[in-house]
């Protein structure tokens, strides 16, 4: 049986995601951060950049991943969350990377500073999420509209729907529907979070 440390800041952001699909797997896992501070430790790190997982074996053996997605994909790999073939998972794979992209527009439009911030912000609202929403109500309805993208249970790419618009209703708090009119995203929310584990997570003081 594997433990788990998810070493990042005190945030969610990027390891939202990977907190939640550990919540689900109902993994023995914590939090980390870095110790004794960021700039000390980032020289250290594959990559420079947080998040970094450690999946610890029974031996005590040690497997560290950087990268947000990857270390989502691994552990749905391991937990059964990834897929029932390859072309499920593939497909489920396409569906994380389009949220990766439709995050890169926000992130650019709402956290990098920007001579045209207030255009790229009305835009994001106005055009790149309605857009993005025609596509994925496809996929949702190609699969029976049950709040999954594939099959009839919760994968990381359900998760990875949850936790980027969860992100989104931070910013705007009536984004379903008075934003966006889209209940077959707002399904996927609620197959995530009535899962009871990811329910008692939410609620944790795990939870950033
Ligand atoms: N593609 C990477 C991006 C990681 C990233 O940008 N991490 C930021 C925090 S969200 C970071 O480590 N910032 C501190 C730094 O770069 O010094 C991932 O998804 O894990």
């Given amino acids: 049986m594997s433990s788990y440390e998810v070493l990042y800041f005190p945030i969610r952001a990027r390891a939202e995601p990977i907190r939640v699909l550990l919540a689900l797997t109902g ?41 947000s997605a990857s270390i989502v994909r691994y552990l749905a790999k391991k937990h059964g969350l990834a897929g029932k073939d390859p072309q499920e998972q593939a497909f489920l794979e396409s569906v994380y990377d389009s949220y990766t992209d439709l995050f890169a527009t926000w992130r650019a439009a709402f956290v990098v500073k920007s001579e045209q911030q207030e255009q790229l912000q009305n835009s994001f609202y106005a055009e790149t999420l309605p857009t993005f929403y025609k596509h994925h109500q496809k996929l949702l309805q ?39 009119d889209a209940p077959e995203l707002v399904k996927v929310e609620e197959a995530v979070t009535s899962e009871p584990r990811i329910a008692e997570y939410l609620k944790s003081d795990k939870r950033f």
């Fill in 27 to 67: 993994a023995d896992w914590k939090n980390t951060h870095p110790q004794p501070d960021w700039p000390t430790l980032k020289p250290t790190t594959t990559y420079g950049q947080l998040p970094i997982l450690t999946d610890r074996d029974a031996n005590g053996k040690e497997f560290k991943l950087a990268q």
């Fill in 142 to 180: 190609a699969n029976g509209n049950n709040g999954h993208y594939a099959g009839n249970t919760i994968t990381f790419a359900d998760i990875f729907a949850y936790t980027t618009f969860h992100r989104f209703r931070e910013q705007k708090a009536d984004l379903f529907p008075a934003v966006l």
